[in-house]
């Protein structure tokens, strides 16, 4: 069952998504070429969401959702750079897409997406939890790269990327299955404690090599 603990934790990823929905439907609204409302309260979401983690950052260490999210300062941390990251590509990105002409709206909300999924990545505590925060980033990439739908390079990229991404996530997914049914658990401290005691495994180090390729793909 769902505490209020649980929702407190993931509090700036939920304002994140809730932000994300309402700057698309706004944008969809928007006859601004330049988009300026859409870059603006996406640059005030990353600054908000931000500050969200930062007031809300536990003393301890906090757990959510059945042990499968964490929140402590290395999270914190992580996600604050991803936010400054994100907040200066946002700023230089919004000048070049308007000088060639290829400035959309869905441009920022696809990026604000894409830190979302990083932000559900760096807090991940389960396989599961990992999985869903790589595939909400790679997703969002996926549409960001074809959003030139004029360029034929674009169009490619972004198709040759989708295939390389799902035969990424096959293995990824894969090696997930062979390291549970190892472990019988989805939680990485206690795999991590198997790997620490049964290290000549065959099935758990072949579902360590899907794992890490399936990543290393995707990244």
């Known amino acids: 069952m769902i505490s209020i603990t649980d929702i407190m934790t993931v509090a700036p ?3 994140m998504l809730t932000m994300a929905c309402l700057i698309l439907v706004l944008d969809t609204f928007s006859n601004d070429p330049q988009r300026r409302l859409t870059y603006y309260l996406s640059q005030l ?3 908000v969401t931000a500050v969200l983690v930062s007031q809300l950052s536990p003393e301890q260490t906090a757990y959510a959702f059945g042990n499968s999210y964490i929140d402590d300062g290395m999270a914190t941390v992580l996600k604050e750079g991803v936010f400054i990251i994100g907040f200066f590509a946002f700023l230089y990105s919004h000048e070049y897409l308007k000088e ?5 709206g869905e441009y920022f909300v696809l990026g604000l997406f894409a830190i979302l999924g990083e932000m559900i990545l760096i807090s991940a505590y389960s396989l599961l939890t990992v999985y869903l925060g790589l595939e909400l980033l790679s997703l969002s990439l996926y549409a960001m790269v074809a959003m030139h739908r004029k360029s034929t390079a674009a169009s490619e990229a972004a198709m040759k990327y989708f ?3 799902a035969m990424a996530s096959g293995m990824l997914l894969y090696g997930m299955s062979m390291i ?3 472990t019988g658990s989805l939680q990485l401290e206690t795999i991590a404690t198997n790997i620490e005691s049964d290290t000549s495994n065959i099935l758990l180090v072949f579902g360590l090599v899907f794992v890490l390729v399936g990543i290393a793909f995707k990244l």
Do not use: A, C, D, R
Not at 100 to 104: A, F, R, S, V, Y
């Open 13 to 15: 990823e939920i304002f």
């Open 100 to 104: 060639h002409g290829w400035l959309k």
């Open 180 to 182: 549970y049914g190892v």
């Open 45 to 47: 979401t990353l600054v």
């Open 163 to 165: 295939v390389l991404g």
